[in-house]
């Protein structure tokens, strides 16, 4: 069974920075896709930052060259490095991956929250 685990979250002031990780209970090469989204007060839940099985990263233009996401396949690990951060930033951040074919799925973690705030 797959699970996601989130931790990393926190208060932090604007202008600092964090790192998310999403561990992973089974081999991230598993997985097609994986990618942090996040849901602000009062709003829906967007995609932020996606990593594929090949390399490839992709941001929302809110979040590029300020946040870095990547993995570490030793681990089953994927990181999400939130620099340069600002009360625009605060919401649950939720990891998300994605095997894709008839055995495949989507799974999530339990979110974390961040909240950026003076």
């Known amino acids: 069974q797959v699970q996601l685990v989130e931790s990393g979250g926190g208060l932090v002031q604007p202008g600092g920075s964090l790192r998310l990780s999403c561990a992973a209970s089974v081999s991230i090469f598993r997985f097609t896709t994986m990618a942090w989204y996040r849901r602000a007060p009062g709003k829906q839940r967007d995609s932020i930052a996606a990593i594929y099985r090949g390399g490839d990263t992709n941001y929302v233009d809110s979040v590029k060259g300020r946040f870095t996401i990547s993995r570490d396949n030793a681990k089953n690990t994927v990181y999400l490095q939130m620099n340069s951060l600002s009360p625009e930033d605060t919401a649950v951040y939720s990891c998300?991956?994605?095997?894709?074919?008839?055995?495949?799925?989507?799974?999530w973690g339990q979110g974390t929250q961040v909240t950026v705030s003076s």
């Open positions: 998300y991956a994605f095997i894709s074919g008839p055995a495949g799925g989507t799974f």
